[in-house]
């Protein structure tokens, strides 16, 4: 089945350190590819996407590059701040029947030290 | 602000008693809602695709009868956990599809039930 494998955490950097969480899936379609971050007592918000191969999805400094040789979404951001402390989700989403379903990566804890 | 509320933030209640959870959506009308379930440092899993006006759809392994869920308007959909007990305990959050975004969902907050 459809699935997405993001590298486990916890995740400690230093503040304007360069950041790189790893996301990798497997669908059996073409899938969107999503990356989502929860913010401690918040619901998940879209931080970015990408639709198709070679779309790269950017958003408050954060990017990620859609690759279908690699079957990869990894998510990088040159200068990490304290305020990006959060628990970032790795997504695809497929059609399934009617709707396009989400499929969650296990997620990763990023705590970025002043 | 919030797209998407949920009620209560947190629960806690007694084994064998029921729980509703509420999930609005404050700015759109939905006719889809999702359910998922969280547990502690693991991924979401979609529970149930919630339908306005019509039965949930399931997921494979999610107990109907258990979990009910009702989306009586294209504002609210209620899941309520029936019969609860400690190994139902877990974060639930709901999410809202904008009708004009097939991929686009936004999420509520989540509730933490925690079942005694």
């Known amino acids: 089945g459809d699935s997405v494998t993001q590298m486990e955490g916890p995740v400690t950097l230093s503040e304007e350190a360069f950041l790189t969480i790893n996301c990798t899936y497997t669908a059996t379609g073409y899938p969107s590819l999503f990356w989502y971050v929860q913010y401690p007592g918040e619901g998940l918000q879209l931080l970015l996407k990408?639709?198709?191969?070679?779309d790269k999805g950017s958003n408050k400094g954060f990017e990620a590059t859609y690759r279908k040789e690699t079957t990869s979404f990894h998510l990088e951001k040159g200068s990490v701040q304290v305020s990006d402390s959060a628990v970032y989700f790795c997504?695809?989403?497929?059609?399934?029947?009617?709707?396009?379903?989400?499929?969650f990566g296990s997620g990763t804890q990023l705590t970025v030290l002043p | 602000g919030a797209v998407v509320s949920q009620h209560p933030s947190w629960v806690i209640c007694k084994s064998g008693t029921s729980v509703k959870i509420e999930c609005r959506s404050l700015d759109f009308q939905a006719t889809t809602m999702f359910w998922y379930r969280q547990f502690p440092k693991q991924s979401l899993m979609l529970m149930a695709t919630s339908n306005e006006g019509s039965k949930a759809t399931y997921e494979q392994g999610v107990e109907k009868d258990k979990f009910l869920i009702n989306h009586a308007s294209l504002t609210l959909s209620t899941l309520t956990v029936t019969s609860a007990h400690p190994e139902d305990s877990s974060f639930y959050i709901c999410s809202v599809r904008w009708v004009f975004s097939t991929d686009t969902q936004y999420f509520g907050p989540g509730t933490r039930l925690t079942v005694l």
């Open positions: 990408a639709t198709k191969a070679d």
């Open positions: 997504a695809l989403s497929l059609l399934s029947g009617s709707a396009r379903q989400l499929t």
